[in-house]
């Protein structure tokens, strides 16, 4: 490599409008985030037309200013990565569009990444010496998914939910709940207050021996417990969101130790929004530690949507010459990662 | 003064390169293909075919809207893209104008452009030609159809006119109610004039270049004419 390689990462697929200059695929220059959780807020959750209007109104300011934040100017930059996929397809759109022909016009190449696979590099950001093999447990508003890594750039999804994401799951039960959003914060918050335990909910799929997940159930399981306790006149919302968080977390954190173990990790990681989650990371830590190997989480800045990632985890690609050309198109959906 | 014109409004993506005296390049594309593949090839093809690079270019047009919510985008944000890393100023220009710009410019006439709006309702405004210029003589909106057809009715009626020109895929969806309260006024353009063309958005556009009149590539947004669905619901208290 002749020189620091400087990336220019856009991510748009969600609600959070953000752009990121990083070297080498390490550090980080500027980390730029506009998040739409105020405008979302008062329907309850993301909704993605709104979200893409919020995109195209905030996108050149926020890649002016990870410019500006990075003291650097827009010719300075070695390539142009963009999240393609997985996500809201108009949001997306945005980023994609806006991505190609930044880059175009700056003539350098353009890389596309995998959200998912974005989450799990921020990981890299912050640790050094990561051990592999690997397994990645990414859960947000959006996935959930367990992925097995055997280095840098191959890894495969053993696993992931049949329903509703982890993180969609807090929202809809603290939106019922009358905790707010976003939900797993909130969900977070309340729990503290009270004890898990007092009321039961299943951990479903935990007597299954694959790595799928599904929250659907348990969501629906609490909404109706909680129906009948008020009915009684029994209903503490606290207990409610220990046990709920408990009941998602155990399953999880479970799951991901039993992938690790029949993968043979050497380390876990987190990624993802539910990364942030204190209950998730005290779990994880109790099972790393019982299996004798290492847990990694991302800092709390970059476990949400960041574009920080994205320009990190496109330097592999750089340096192996991976690009997109102009006809690159967004997608909704994971597959192909 | 030189100016590539970049539209993705409706299901037809253009780009076209002009200046005042001829138009360059022409492409026009309405084969079901998603515009944020097509678009950016497009623009490239025409720059190579005019033998030249965005930095001869002096103007970027962009379609304004109304449209597809995410076809609006897609041409914008390639637009901010382009204008962002060259420096180059953006001229925005109403769908509709656009359209009622492929019309003969005839006195005794209405133009109205059509955009399928779904929900009975069509995005439209209505022109009328003096002296070889264009004027909007009712404001852009989502319209009902019934309220559109009295509207244009008053209008032909104040000012004089003989023919009321249709244009735009909205009038497809709700042709036989045009021809039948139209009657003989109704004109439509020959098929390839009832789409948007670049060509005409980039002659405006070069005209509102000429007056200084640019959009600010931070801020610029798309003109929806409407709410998203969900912020309709939250107005109406349903959520
Ligand atoms: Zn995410």
Redesign the pocket.
């Known amino acids: 490599m002749p020189k620091e390689i400087r990336i220019l990462g856009i991510e748009t697929?969600?609600d959070e409008t953000a752009a990121s200059i990083v070297k080498n695929g390490k550090e980080i220059m500027s980390n730029v985030v506009n998040s739409q959780i105020r405008v979302h807020q008062q329907f309850g959750g993301v909704v993605p037309e709104v979200a893409s209007r919020k995109h195209i109104q905030n996108i050149v300011m926020v890649v002016h200013t990870a410019f500006a934040e990075a003291g650097m100017s827009y010719d300075d930059i070695d390539a142009v990565a963009v999240t393609n996929r997985p996500g809201l397809i108009g949001a997306l759109l945005v980023g994609v569009s806006f991505a190609k022909s930044f880059a175009y016009a700056l003539n350098k190449p353009l890389i596309a990444v995998n959200?998912l696979y974005g989450?799990i590099y921020a990981n890299f950001l912050e640790h050094d010496n990561i051990e592999f093999p690997l397994v990645c447990l990414v859960v947000?508003g959006?996935?959930t998914s367990l992925l097995f890594m055997q280095d840098i750039e191959n890894y495969e999804v053993i696993g992931e939910t049949l329903d509703d994401a982890a993180g969609e799951a807090f929202d809809k039960v603290a939106r019922f709940l009358g905790l707010g959003y976003p939900g797993g914060p909130a969900v977070e918050r309340a729990a503290e207050k009270g004890v898990k335990g007092r009321y039961q909910l299943p951990r479903v799929f935990l007597d299954r021996d694959d790595f799928d997940f599904s929250f659907s159930g348990l969501k629906t399981a609490a909404m109706n417990l909680w129906t009948k306790m008020e009915r009684r006149g029994e209903a503490n919302v606290y207990d409610m969101a220990a046990e709920f968080q408990a009941a998602l977390v155990e399953v999880l954190a479970v799951k991901t130790a039993r992938a690790a173990e029949k993968y043979k990790a050497r380390s876990i990681l987190l990624a993802?929004?539910v990364a942030a989650n204190s209950e998730l990371r005290r779990a994880a830590q109790i099972e790393a530690d019982r299996l004798g190997i290492k847990l990694y989480y991302p800092s709390l800045k970059l476990c949400t949507?960041n574009a920080a990632m994205i320009a990190g985890s496109a330097y592999h690609k750089f340096i192996n010459g991976q690009f997109a050309s102009l006809d690159l198109n967004a997608y909704a959906t994971m597959s192909m990662l | 003064m030189l100016l590539l014109a970049i539209d993705s409004a409706t299901p037809v993506a253009g780009v076209a390169i002009l200046n005042e005296e001829k138009v360059l390049y022409e492409e026009f594309c309405n084969y079901r293909k998603t515009h944020s593949e097509t678009l950016l090839p497009m623009i490239d093809r025409a720059l190579k075919v005019c033998a030249c690079s965005l930095h001869d270019i002096d103007v970027i047009g962009i379609t304004a809207g109304p449209g597809s919510f995410t076809g609006l985008r897609i041409g914008m944000a390639a637009v901010k893209g382009l204008s962002l890393a060259t420096g180059k100023p953006i001229v925005a220009v109403s769908t509709l104008d656009m359209l009622a710009a492929n019309v003969l410019p005839c006195e005794d006439i209405l133009a109205v452009p059509l955009l399928d709006a779904r929900k009975n309702e069509v995005y439209s405004a209505v022109y009328t030609f003096r002296y070889g210029t264009m004027q909007k003589v009712v404001e852009e909106k989502a319209w009902g159809i019934e309220e559109l057809a009295l509207k244009i009715r008053e209008k032909k009626e104040s000012l004089f006119k003989k023919y009321v020109v249709i244009l735009g895929d909205g009038y497809y969806p709700y042709a036989a109610y045009w021809q039948e309260v139209l009657e003989e006024s109704l004109l439509l353009p020959p098929e390839h004039l009832m789409y948007p063309r670049s060509a005409a958005m980039g002659k405006i556009a070069l005209a509102k270049a000429e007056r200084g009149d640019f959009a600010d590539v931070f801020t610029l947004t798309p003109v929806y004419l409407r709410l998203s669905e969900a912020e309709y619901r939250l107005g109406r208290g349903e959520l």
Do not use: F, M, N, Y
Request: charged letters at 10%; aromatic letters at 0%; glycine letters at 30%.
């Open positions: 697929s969600c959200h989450h947000s959006g996935h993802g929004g949507d």
